[in-house]
């Protein structure tokens, strides 16, 4: 039996890099303060879930608008600025 692979973002890098500024606010995982513009994975260090950066990519691809912020129940906030 082959190990069951670990699941890949919906979007390359790259695409995602090019489209989009990923800016996060709020705490991370141990109560920092965070406020700074991060990359894929900076995003993906903080959220911690591949499976809840594809939703939120999803989110951010699919809106219409110059900016969409999306807000974690722990108190995260990330907000994808269109370039």
Do not use: E, H, W
């Not at 991370?28 to 939703?55: E, F, I, T, Y």
């Not at 722990?74 to 994808?80: E, K, P, V, W």
Request: net charge positive; with cysteine; glycine share 8%.
């Amino acid at each position: 039996m082959k190990p069951s692979a670990a699941p890949a973002l919906v979007f390359s890098t790259t695409q995602i890099n090019m489209n989009f500024r990923i800016k996060v606010y709020g705490r991370d995982a141990l109560g920092r303060r965070v406020n700074k513009l991060v990359g894929v994975s900076g995003l993906l260090a903080l959220v911690g879930s591949v499976s809840m950066v594809n939703k939120l990519l999803v989110r951010a691809f699919s809106c219409l608008f110059d900016k969409c912020v999306c807000r974690l129940r722990r108190g995260l906030q990330i907000s994808f600025y269109v370039k």
